[in-house]
């Protein structure tokens, strides 16, 4: 490490914090798993000597699709000369900041999920269950983190 820099990072904020609820968005929603059914199946993993596997959705609020059309002022850096255009947000982008970007990627997963036959639980809508013939796999989300735990199925 001699000090040279071997790359840069930027990230471009959407500044969510100045939306108005009714006007920019009408709700908001972050998958977070109950606390009773963490216990509950902290206990069972424990009790049961489960191994459970824990994953981090890189960039997992990229992966959402935004229901309304958001448009920001021009970065700092990327102004045209015209300074009445504005920029029309896209899913890459929206990533920080917006009120509605957990709610929008936790919609893609669940309907994901959805399509290779997980079922949501009832009582705890971060808690999703596949079940098949010889393996049941239970996956619980709490915002970018998944755990996920599979074994075979007893009849």
């Known amino acids: 490490l001699d000090g040279t820099v071997s790359k840069y990072k930027a990230r ?10 009714g006007s920019d968005y009408n709700e908001t929603f972050s998958p977070v798993i109950k606390p009773v059914t963490v216990r509950i199946l902290l206990s069972l993993a424990i009790t049961l000597n489960w191994g459970l596997q824990q994953l981090d959705v890189n960039n997992a609020f990229l992966n959402g699709t935004l229901e309304e059309d958001i448009y920001m002022s021009q970065p700092p850096g990327f102004e045209d000369s015209n300074k009445h255009l504005v920029c029309k947000v896209h899913k890459a982008i929206y990533i920080y900041g917006l009120k509605q970007a957990p709610g929008a990627w936790f919609d ?11 079922r949501s639980s009832k009582c705890d809508p ?7 013939s010889s393996t049941v796999i239970y996956m619980w989300v709490y915002a970018d983190d998944i755990i996920v735990k599979e074994q075979p199925h007893f009849h």
């Open 12 to 21: 471009l904020v959407a500044k969510g914090f100045h939306q108005k609820l």
């Open 126 to 132: 971060s808690l999703f269950v596949y079940t098949d």
């Open 108 to 118: 893609k997963l669940k309907a994901t999920l959805h399509q290779f036959n997980f």
